[in-house]
C-alpha cells in the first residue's frame, strides 16, 4: 500500500501560523518539523554528472542543514577550529554567496570529530534568520544580513559537541540548550531576544568516571493536543510537553534511559496522535499516546523496546500511521514501524547509503535518507515491504538533511552545497 493522500491535506490542515511561503524549507525537517514537503516535481535521480544545477564548495566540513528561504539559502558553517561561526546565505538561482557573518569564539569547544562545529540548522520566519552558535551565543539577522540581537546563554560542553536546532512558534524562538552540565529549553522573543521564559535545568553531564553518557541532541517539535499547541522536547531521560507561552510544563514520559548511557538524537515523530521517541547508541524506544497531564508513563505509554536497537541519530517521518526510518547503524538499515506498536514490519538491513545520520524526508509522494557517503536512498513508503525506486550517489561524506524547496534539492556534504534540479543541467 502506498502514502494516501489523506495524511498530506491533515497534515496541511494543521498548518503552524509561521511567515513563509508555500515553497519555503525555513528550518529543521522543513516547515512543520515533520520532513514533509506539500510540493512536487523533484528529481527522484541524479549524480555528479547528472541533475545537478550547481555545486558550491564549503569552507569546512559540517553537519548543520540548510534551509531555503524565498530566493535564499542559509547555512552554518565553522572554520579556525570553530574559532569562528559563520552564517552563509547563498543565492539559490546559481549559489553564489550573499552574504557572510561570522561570530568568534577564542575557547577550545569540545566536540567530535564525526560532529564539526556549527551542527545545527538555522530558522528563517521569512524576515529573520536565527543561528545557534551553543556556547557562542544565539543570533539573529535579517535577510540582508543586519545583526538584529544576540544573546549568550553560557557555556555548552560535551564531548560529542551539539547538534539542536532552533523551532520558531508564534512570537517566541525556542532552543534546546545543551547537552553538557547545563540542559533546558528556553524561549526567547522573536524581536528582542529576551528571554520569556525558561524551563528547570535537567541532569545532565558529558560522561562521568563510569563511562555513562548522557545528553540530548533532539529539536523539540510543536504538536497538537486537544486543538491546542504543546511544545514536545526530549531529554535525555524522558520526553516532556510544554505550554509554548509560558512553559509550563503540562505532562511528562520516561523511558529514554538506560543502564549504560541517556541519550537523545532524534526528534519527536508524530502522527496517529502517537508521538514516538527513540533513544541514542542504541538506546530504548518507545511511544506515547498525546494529551494527559504530569507522569503520564503509566496511562499513555503505548510501547517500549529496550533491547536490539540500531543506533538511531536521524528523525523518521510518519506518513499513515507507520514510521519511515533510516539508521545509523552499520551498514545502514531503514526500517518500516507500526507507531501504536512499535513493531516493524519490514526491515532493509543493508542500504548502499548507510549509516544515516541525516533525517527521512517525504515529497512526491518518494522518501529520500541520505546517507553518510552522501547516497541518497529514494524509496516509496510502502508499510508492506521495501520499495526502492533509486540509489543516488555524490561520492562525498554527508551527516545532513536535504532541504527542499520549489522542486529542488538542497544537499549539504562536507565539501559542499548542492542544488539537484530538472530545471537546468550543470
Known amino acids: 500500500m502506498n502514502f494516501s493522500r489523506s495524511t498530506l491535506l491533515l497534515i496541511t490542515s494543521l498548518l503552524l501560523p509561521v511567515i513563509a511561503s508555500a515553497a519555503d524549507w525555513p528550518g529543521f525537517r522543513g516547515l512543520h518539523g515533520n520532513g514533509i514537503s506539500s510540493e512536487s516535481g523533484f528529481p527522484t535521480s541524479w549524480s555528479p554528472d547528472e541533475n545537478i544545477k550547481w ?3 564549503l569552507p569546512e566540513k559540517g553537519n548543520g542543514s540548510p534551509i531555503v528561504v524565498g530566493e535564499k539559502i542559509f547555512l552554518l558553517c565553522a572554520e579556525d577550529d570553530g574559532k569562528k561561526r559563520s552564517t552563509f546565505c547563498f543565492n539559490r538561482k546559481d549559489g553564489s554567496e550573499i552574504w557572510k557573518q561570522t561570530v568568534e569564539y577564542a575557547e577550545v569547544e569540545e566536540t567530535h570529530k564525526t560532529n564539526p562545529y556549527c551542527p545545527s540548522t538555522p530558522a528563517s520566519d521569512g524576515e529573520h534568520v536565527y543561528v545557534w552558535h551553543r556556547s557562542a551565543g544565539m543570533h539573529c539577522y535579517d ?20 547538534g539542536s536546532s532552533p523551532l520558531l512558534y508564534r512570537d517566541l524562538v525556542i532552543q534546546l540548550c545543551g547537552p553538557g552540565e547545563r540542559t533546558f529549553l528556553i524561549a526567547l522573543d522573536k524581536k528582542s531576544g529576551e528571554t520569556r521564559w525558561q524551563s528547570e535545568i535537567e541532569p545532565g553531564g558529558s560522561a562521568s568516571d563510569k563511562g ?3 545528553g540530548s541532541w533532539a529539536t523539540p517539535v510543536i504538536v497538537k493536543v486537544e486543538g491546542k499547541d504543546q511544545i514536545l522536547c526530549p531529554y535525555p531521560t524522558r520526553v516532556v510537553s510544554y505550554q509554548p507561552k509560558t512553559g509550563e510544563v503540562i505532562s511528562y514520559c520516561t523511558g529514554i534511559e538506560r543502564e549504560k548511557s541517556d541519550l537523545c538524537y532524534t526528534s519527536p515523530m508524530v502522527g496517529e496522535g502517537v508521538a514516538v521517541i527513540l533513544g541514542g547508541f542504541k538506546g530504548p524506544g518507545f511511544g506515547i499516546q498525546l494529551g494527559g497531564t504530569g507522569n503520564t ?3 499513555h505509554r503505548l510501547w517500549r523496546v529496550e533491547q536490539r536497537n540500531p543506533q538511531r541519530i536521524g528523525s523518521g517521518v510518519v506518513l499513515d500511521g507507520y514510521l519511515y526510518m533510516a539508521n545509523a547503524d552499520e ?6 514501524i507500526d507507531v501504536k506498536t512499535g513493531v516493524p514490519s519490514w526491515v532493509h538491513k543493508r542500504s548502499e547509503g548507510g549509516p544515516h545520520w ?6 512526491n509522494g518518494m522518501l529520500y535518507a541520505t546517507g553518510q557517503v552522501g547516497t541518497t536512498t529514494v524509496f516509496k513508503p510502502n508499510f508492506e515491504k521495501f520499495e526502492v525506486v533509486s540509489v543516488n550517489k555524490l561520492n562525498e561524506d554527508c551527516n545532513a538533511t536535504p532541504a527542499l524547496s520549489d522542486g529542488e534539492l538542497f544537499i549539504r556534504t562536507w565539501d559542499a552545497l548542492y542544488c539537484v534540479s530538472e530545471k537546468s543541467e550543470k
Do not use: K, M, Q
Request: aromatic share 12%; net charge negative.
Open 55 to 57: 555545486r558550491i564548495p
Open 358 to 363: 541525516g533525517s527521512v524526508v517525504f515529497a
Open 297 to 299: 508513563t503509566e496511562s
Open 143 to 162: 535577510l540582508d544580513g543586519n545583526l538584529a540581537w544576540s544573546r549568550d546563554l553560557g557555556e555548552f560542553r560535551h564531548i560529542w559537541g551539539g
Open 212 to 214: 555513562r553518557y548522557i
Open 331 to 336: 551498514p545502514g538499515s531503514i526500517e518500516c
